[in-house]
């Protein structure tokens, strides 16, 4: 008996058949030539299933209250090695069908062992707490004529209200004048007067005495005293300070 093997290539669709036969030609001791020929050998293709799966993210996958702008990402891939595939539709439960929605379109093909990917904004919108599920659907046909679909979901939550706090220069308010009189030796009283404040005070000879507060700034003051009246324009920083009457 002799035995011996060889390979050959054979492509086709499922249902596809190819016969075939093997001859020998061989020759006896007594020098004769004959042939046999084998039973015919018959390879058939069968089908293998094609199968798909979906992807998709969201990015970011947390806002806080009460919301955003949210990028998906779709994914498609083809787990055949054998079928190209035909992407028939794509829907999301929540946003609706994705055909011409962002990048994402439908009716192209998706060759064996490759993937087609798109992405898509959308808002989202809810209170904290909240989480928010989208799925997305992909139907798609082999070029057997097969039909078939896949899902997946993804989630968002919702987080705290996002509060920005600004630092504010805080303005600090000029104190008052704190106003004292020194009656310097004027032989009798001194009436001291800051003119529009309402600030007027009488100080006794060779007395020093507080007088008022009022805001800082330049006011017209009028004195009186035994040596007779004056009215000045005087520039008063916040603070106490003493203003000195005296004779010349």
Do not use: H
């Not at 998709?56 to 947390?62: G, Q, R």
């Not at 808002?123 to 070029?143: E, I, L, P, R």
């Not at 800082?216 to 324009?233: D, E, F, L, R």
Request: some cysteine.
């Amino acid at each position: 008996t002799y035995q011996c093997t060889f390979s050959g290539n054979f492509t086709g669709q499922p249902g596809a058949s190819q016969t075939n036969s093997v001859r020998a030609d061989v020759t006896d001791s007594d020098n004769k030539s004959f042939f046999q020929e084998s039973n015919n050998v018959t390879v058939s293709i069968i089908d293998v299933p094609s199968a798909i799966e979906v992807t998709t993210t969201a990015t970011p996958s947390s806002l806080p209250e009460p919301g955003g702008l949210v990028n998906f990402t779709v994914q498609v891939k083809n787990k055949s090695t054998a079928d190209t595939i035909t992407l028939l539709s794509l829907y999301n439960d929540v946003y609706g069908n994705l055909d011409g929605k962002g990048t994402c379109s439908v009716g192209g093909n998706i060759a064996p062992s490759s993937q087609y990917q798109c992405n898509f904004t959308s808002d989202v919108s809810g209170v904290q707490g909240q989480s928010k599920t989208s799925t997305v659907t992909a139907n798609v046909q082999d070029d057997d004529g097969q039909s078939l679909n896949d899902s997946d979901s993804t989630t968002i939550t919702i987080g705290a209200r996002f509060i920005q706090k600004i630092n504010l220069p805080i303005l600090m308010k000029p104190g008052s004048v704190l106003l004292s009189i020194q009656n310097d030796n004027t032989g009798g009283n001194v009436v001291f007067t800051v003119i529009g404040t309402g600030i007027s005070c009488t100080v006794p000879n060779n007395k020093t005495q507080f007088c008022g507060s009022f805001p800082p700034g330049t006011y017209n003051v009028k004195a009186q005293s035994p040596c007779g009246a004056a009215t000045v324009q005087k520039v008063y920083g916040s603070g106490p300070q003493t203003t000195r009457i005296f004779c010349q």
